[in-house]
């Protein structure tokens, strides 16, 4: 029994092999021998165009609506484009951002660090004014009020000195060494 199951189904597909290349199928009869004949010996004006052939009604119906490309109606083109477009736009949009803020913070992070080298410049020369022992010595004297053995301080009191204490200009005295912790931190809250 498979033998002649066989047999049934080469038939087939050789019978369908044989209409395929029929797909082109003509439209108008055959043309006899003797018309041919009498079509060649007719002279032709110097090759005019074949007339169109006449289309089915099914056919042109089919492509009257696609508008062309892709078989796609003119609304169908314009709203692939426009989800084209939407979606170049979003993919190059991320990338844009990043490199914009990217850029912002660069320039920041830049303006910090030129800062940053003109506050280390300046305390470069700081350190090396104080480096000298005699530099020292009047900052002390100038800022602490500090005197040698044996001096005697004498302060000025100009007209405009009376509204400033001298306790402003002195440093804050250290807190007494028997003090608890917490009676240390409630003097530095409300002194």
Request: with cysteine; net charge positive.
């Amino acid at each position: 029994m498979p033998e002649p199951d066989r047999d049934r189904s080469r038939r087939r597909s050789a019978g369908a092999r044989a209409t395929r290349p029929d797909r082109a199928r003509r439209t108008t009869p055959p043309v006899s021998q003797k018309a041919q004949k009498a079509q060649k010996s007719q002279p032709s004006p110097s090759r005019a165009r074949p007339a169109p052939r006449p289309r089915s009604k099914a056919r042109s119906r089919v492509n009257a609506g696609t508008g062309g490309a892709f078989g796609m109606s003119g609304t169908r083109r314009a709203a692939m484009l426009a989800m084209v477009l939407c979606a170049l736009a979003l993919s190059i949009a991320v990338p844009l951002r990043t490199y914009l803020a990217q850029r912002d913070e660069l320039r920041a992070v830049t303006a910090d660090q030129e800062q940053l080298k003109a506050t280390v410049a300046e305390l470069e020369r700081r350190k090396q004014q104080l480096s000298d022992p005699a530099q020292v010595e009047i900052e002390a004297r100038k800022r602490l009020h500090y005197v040698r053995p044996g001096e005697t301080p004498y302060i000025v009191q100009l007209p405009g000195d009376e509204e400033r204490k001298p306790e402003e200009e002195r440093p804050a005295s250290q807190p007494a060494a028997n003090q608890s912790w917490y009676q240390e931190l409630w003097e530095s809250v409300s002194g």
